[in-house]
């Protein structure tokens, strides 16, 4: 399985600034998945980002305010812009592993999680 | 659309005793569907996948799961709780092999009683 390392762990931010967060995998893979988990509450996909072309926003999210970058197929971030206390979540990357093949199959299509982003914004 | 509905936000169990964590789920296409736990401050970690096999899907940690076409379910289930078995657990369900979007359950938090 892939092995995901999310930066920073958790930090805490004042209104009106952004927070950049990285998702590093140890291995090549072809999509990846950004995820908010409210204080108690279950996790929402934010977008899809794949390599060479634009994040894909799920409704309710948009480009301005929380901005993708998909340079490699081993790396992105996603950042939380003009942040306010409702930003307030864990922030979670995932990729889904779909084997040597690069291609999904029933045996290989699992996502694995990073250990997410603790945001508190004041 | 997909959507999936735990029962119970919140479970407690004695130390040995069963754990049943109830997951219905709605999906227009054959879905894939998942248990993902949740320990205290850290992320997910798969516990088993249904993906079109066996219905009656083992995962780690001696837990498992019945896919249940007629009832819309997959509850997930383990015999004999253990303390280290305290956490959050989410049922997903994903499309399968096109679009892999996981959507996921309001999650069950488990309290284990000693």
């Known amino acids: 399985s892939a092995v995901i390392s999310q930066k920073p762990s958790r930090d805490i931010c004042q209104r009106g600034t952004s927070l950049t967060i990285q998702c590093q995998v140890d291995?090549?893979?072809?999509?990846m998945f950004w995820y908010r988990q409210q204080p108690g509450q279950s996790l929402t996909l934010i977008a899809t980002?794949?390599?060479?072309?634009?994040?894909?926003?799920e409704s309710g999210f948009v480009i301005d305010k929380f901005p993708i970058s998909r340079p490699n197929l081993t790396f992105s971030t996603l950042t939380v812009s003009n942040m306010s206390p409702e930003d307030s979540s864990i922030y979670l990357c995932?990729?889904?592993?779909?084997?040597?093949?690069?291609?999904?199959?029933?045996?290989?299509?699992?996502?694995?999680f990073g250990a997410g982003t603790r945001l508190s914004v004041l | 659309a997909q959507s999936v509905t735990q029962l119970g936000s919140h479970v407690s169990v004695s130390e040995g005793a069963l754990v049943l964590l109830r997951c219905n789920y709605s999906?227009?296409?054959?879905?894939?569907l998942f248990w993902y736990v949740q320990y205290p401050n850290q992320g997910l970690q798969l516990l088993l996948k249904?993906?079109?096999?066996?219905?009656l899907v083992k995962g780690i940690n001696g837990f498992e799961a019945e896919f249940k076409k007629s009832e819309t379910s997959f509850h997930l289930t383990k015999p004999s709780a253990h303390m280290s078995d305290a956490a959050e657990y989410f049922c997903?369900?994903?499309?399968?092999?096109?679009?892999?979007?996981?959507?996921f359950g309001g999650g069950t938090r488990v309290l284990v009683k000693p």
């Open positions: 980002a794949n390599q060479g072309s634009e994040a894909t926003y």
């Open positions: 249904y993906t079109s096999a066996a219905t």
């Open positions: 997903a369900v994903s499309k399968g092999a096109a679009g892999n979007k996981l959507t």
């Open positions: 999906s227009s296409v054959p879905p894939y």
């Open positions: 995932s990729v889904e592993d779909r084997g040597s093949s690069g291609r999904a199959s029933s045996a290989k299509n699992i996502q694995y």
């Open positions: 291995s090549q893979v072809t999509m």
